[in-house]
């Protein structure tokens, strides 16, 4: 907040100027907070109505029916982009921040770099058709699991390594020179001071990536197949059902029923969504003032 | 050092074999980390490497095939996929396929052109909104909000494009305008038929709203960056607030700007579903005026992929391959631009005090 702001000038044009500049801003504000709760009301009230309790407990039927299936679809597959694209991008992460910095490690560094920029930018629509044809068809892995946990894992792994490479670059320098000055072995003060004080931004990220995982449509489509059976235990040649799924294929069939289905996917996506990343602002907020009282 | 010299060892804290295996572990953690590290950052770069070769393999026959005049030619005749075939360059193509993607390219460019154009000065309003003009304690929930924005499923944005806000468009705001803009260069477009709200203005504005909150939350991250004294300095000089913002404010963070632009035109032209529900997904057909229905190289491809599986020589599908790879090619250049410009950015203010 600027606390000058009785120096106004009295001529007409830059007095304007400001004045337009004003409106300027207020007005994108409400440009973009508009639209925003216009989105996600409307999402809202359109699924309310119709919402019946059983949607959670029953199987679809197509474009009818619950969505028992697709939310522990959605749910088998977000798990398992935690365990794969989880291990992969705070791996990718750590070492980014912590190994790839050295004289020797920094050419190499720089490729993974560039590799993660450019993966974490890649068209989603590409990714998928690379996974239909090479391992999908190619493989004959058929609509199945792994195919669809290999794609997402490729789209996401970029969002993990991100976060946690710049949680772990905001570890203060004083943290590794005290442990180094205990005595601790390299890797045991990296396991022990830096990546459990950047914890908190590391599960920030995961839960974000977890997130995008499930709101995902396009690299699906052509890689998870769909079906009206919950998920098997089997991770190729069985296809699994996901949310967002019955929100692309639902909304412009003509029965009512079907738009129903729409709606309620739509209505827990959004939920997971929200609880997601405000757990995720709360774990930030929370660090962040346990930061500033320590300073 | 000290406390493994036998010699020195308090003898209660004996060298028990529990002991021992914890000294092992602490001296060859780094070498795990280590390891698994650079294992696991591998796989990135393979991942990528993956994806580029596959997409280049599926392609050459379309390449061969459709030559320079892909990217010129308007045509998207999947050709007579029951009967007989063709053989042109040695590839085995249905009789009468022909494909171009100008349409494609162009419709990928025009929207997200009128996304970026209006993406940003509304990204750098917000910014400016949420740091100079609204009081802590609201800007702190309503930057949050914005950044929820990014994480709204495509698909959402999509249903609500194509639900709530293309018909509301169509019916109260497009006629208005269609009916009011003169007959010069450029507005000429905004002129004309226009449609029930699926096209190529609609596609553009729901892309735009998707990238507001990347630039916008980047933005306002750079403005709080900005030292304080300068923009007192330039306000004790007698500049408004408007004057402190452009000749202070976003100078100092412009790169920073510039990259999250990039970063977000990025993310518009490879948007997938939000466009494939809201264009209309008309293939071959460049939108004639703002409000046309037309389609993008990342719709077409969600939306074509499923009918091409049914060619037989396989064909169709190494087309969209030649899409996809295209595509692929535009982002990873605008990419590497954005990597490029921020990374220019940060080398002048260099991070001190990390070795």
């Known amino acids: 907040m600027s606390i000058i702001t009785t120096g106004y000038p009295k001529t007409g044009w830059r007095r304007a100027k400001a004045a337009g500049f004003r409106v300027f801003t207020w007005g994108s504000l409400l440009f973009v907070v508009g639209p925003a709760l216009w989105l996600i009301i409307g999402v809202v009230v359109r699924a309310v109505p119709n919402w019946r309790w059983n949607v959670l407990t029953t199987m679809s039927q197509g474009t009818s029916g619950g969505l028992a299936n697709a939310i522990v679809g959605t749910a088998v597959l977000m798990l398992g982009v935690l365990v794969i694209a989880g291990t992969v991008g705070v791996l990718t992460g750590i070492h980014l921040s912590e190994f790839a910095v050295s004289r020797r490690g920094r050419a190499s560094g720089a490729t993974m770099r560039i590799a993660v920029d450019v993966l974490s930018g890649f068209p989603s629509i590409v990714l998928g058709y690379v996974g239909y044809v090479a391992l999908c068809v190619g493989l004959h892995w058929g609509f199945s699991l792994l195919p669809a946990l290999i794609i997402l894992s490729m789209m996401v792994v970029p969002y993990i390594a991100k976060s946690t490479e710049s949680a772990l670059r905001q570890v203060p320098t004083n943290y590794r020179e005290g442990a180094e000055a205990l005595g601790m072995s390299t890797g045991y003060a990296l396991r022990k001071v830096v990546v459990k004080s950047a914890l908190p931004g590391i599960v920030t990220g995961l839960l974000i990536a977890l997130s995008i995982a499930g709101g995902e449509t396009a690299p699906l489509l052509y890689t998870a197949g769909v079906t009206n059976n919950l998920p098997t235990w089997s991770i190729l040649h069985h296809p699994i059902a996901y949310l967002t799924y019955y929100v692309w294929t639902d909304w412009n069939q003509p029965s009512a029923e079907a738009h129903i289905v729409s709606f309620d996917a739509s209505l827990i996506l959004v939920v997971m969504v929200l609880v997601l990343l405000i757990v995720a602002r709360v774990i930030v907020a929370r660090t962040q003032r346990h930061a500033e009282g320590a300073r | ?355």
């Open chain 2, 1 to 355: 050092m000290l406390t493994s010299n036998p010699a020195t060892v308090d003898p209660i804290r004996r060298d028990t074999s529990s002991r021992r295996i914890g000294r092992f572990v602490r001296r060859h953690e780094e070498g795990v980390w280590r390891v698994s590290g650079r294992t696991a950052s591998l796989l990135p770069v393979g991942a990528l490497l993956f994806v580029v070769i596959v997409l280049a393999i599926k392609a050459w026959p379309a390449i061969k095939v459709n030559g320079f005049g892909f990217l010129t030619s308007t045509a998207w005749l999947p050709g007579n996929t029951y009967g007989g075939v063709e053989h042109v360059h040695g590839v085995m193509i249905p009789a009468g396929a022909r494909y171009g993607a100008w349409p494609l390219i162009a419709g990928t460019l025009q929207t997200s052109a009128i996304a970026i154009i209006i993406a940003l000065p509304i990204s750098i309003g917000t910014a400016f909104a949420l740091t100079e003009r609204l009081p802590r304690w609201i800007a702190q929930p309503v930057g949050f909000f914005v950044e929820i924005l990014a994480g709204i499923p495509s698909v959402l944005i999509g249903l609500w494009g194509v639900l709530v806000l293309g018909p509301f468009l169509a019916h109260d705001v497009y006629p208005i305008v269609a009916n009011n803009v003169p007959n010069v260069p450029v507005l000429r477009y905004f002129a004309g038929s226009v449609g029930y709200g699926e096209g190529l203005l609609t596609s553009g504005l729901v892309l735009g709203l998707m990238i507001v909150p990347i630039i916008a939350s980047t933005t306002r991250d750079l403005f709080l960056q900005v030292p304080p004294l300068p923009k007192e300095g330039a306000e004790a000089l007698g500049m408004t607030d408007a004057e402190v913002a452009r000749r202070v404010t976003i100078p100092w963070v412009r790169s920073g700007i510039i990259g999250a632009t990039v970063l977000g035109l990025g993310r518009a032209l490879g948007e997938t579903i939000a466009v494939a529900m809201v264009s209309g997904s008309v293939l071959g057909a460049i939108a004639p005026n703002v409000y046309g229905t037309m389609t993008t190289i990342a719709a077409t491809i969600v939306s074509q992929l499923d009918s091409a599986a049914t060619d037989g020589t396989g064909f169709a599908v190494s087309t969209l391959a030649e899409a996809g790879l295209l595509l692929a090619v535009i982002s990873i250049v605008v990419n590497l631009l954005a990597r490029f410009i921020v990374g220019r950015s940060s080398r002048m203010s260099a991070p001190v005090g990390r070795s």
